[in-house]
């Protein structure tokens, strides 16, 4: 299987992490989805169309729901203060996002790692966030650097890195077309930046077969 590594950004500045975007305007999508029927050369009036319109709108709203989510809202009451200084590891999160590029999705798994710093957050929280970060459009790379920075910034974490799997339908139905590429990109903060065997860690225990797998 074909990996094609992305470079790694280096301090990059996060944007809209707040979430204070209004939820998507649903007769606008509807009208709208409707003339891109007609541009495309079909019948929007035609038996199996007629819902389409609607269904897309709605579609397109909850895919991108992550605009109108609030991340302290999200984390309000689930961090806790703990003396545990070991790293904790969330691996193989699923994630479906949309390409800001030609609208179509591009989805994988991610795998996130800190280290505390007198408190951590519950765990559930850490597919909730990227989820928030997932349902808008994006590019992988910003993807990952926000859920890197949140973490580091509302944990006050010691170190935080995360790595992002993905395939992108805009690679394997147009353009290109390489079925079998995988694109990775890291985020690497704090001491999984600075110290090399921190990271190094990291990468070795998101890679380890899952619980339960033979190996
Ligand atoms: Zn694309």
Do not use: W
Request: proline share 4%; with cysteine.
């Amino acid at each position: 299987m074909a990996k094609q590594g992305i470079r790694r950004r280096g301090q990059q500045q996060v944007e809209d992490v707040s979430g204070n975007g209004r939820p998507a305007d649903l007769g606008v999508l509807h009208s709208l989805v409707t003339e891109m029927l007609l541009a495309l050369g079909e019948k929007p009036g035609r038996n199996g169309l007629l819902k389409t319109p609607e269904r897309v709108a709605k579609a397109l709203a909850f895919m991108t729901q992550g605009y109108h989510r609030d991340i302290d809202h999200l984390l309000n009451g689930a961090l806790f203060p703990i003396e545990y200084d070991e790293m904790v590891i969330v691996k193989d999160i699923d994630f479906f996002s949309m390409c800001e590029h030609h609208l179509l999705p591009f989805y994988g798994k991610v795998h996130v790692g800190y280290l505390p710093n007198k408190k951590v957050v519950g765990l559930s929280k850490i597919p909730r966030i990227v989820d928030t970060f997932a349902r808008r459009l994006q590019v992988q790379e910003r993807f990952t650097v926000q859920i890197a920075e949140t973490l580091k910034s509302k944990l006050n974490a010691h170190g935080v890195g995360v790595v992002v799997e993905a395939r992108h339908l805009c690679m394997m139905m147009r353009g290109v077309e390489k079925q079998n590429t995988i694109a990775v990109s890291s985020s690497m903060l704090g001491a999984f930046r600075s110290q090399p065997q921190t990271r190094l860690e990291f990468l070795k225990l998101i890679r380890r077969g899952s619980v339960g797998d033979s190996d």
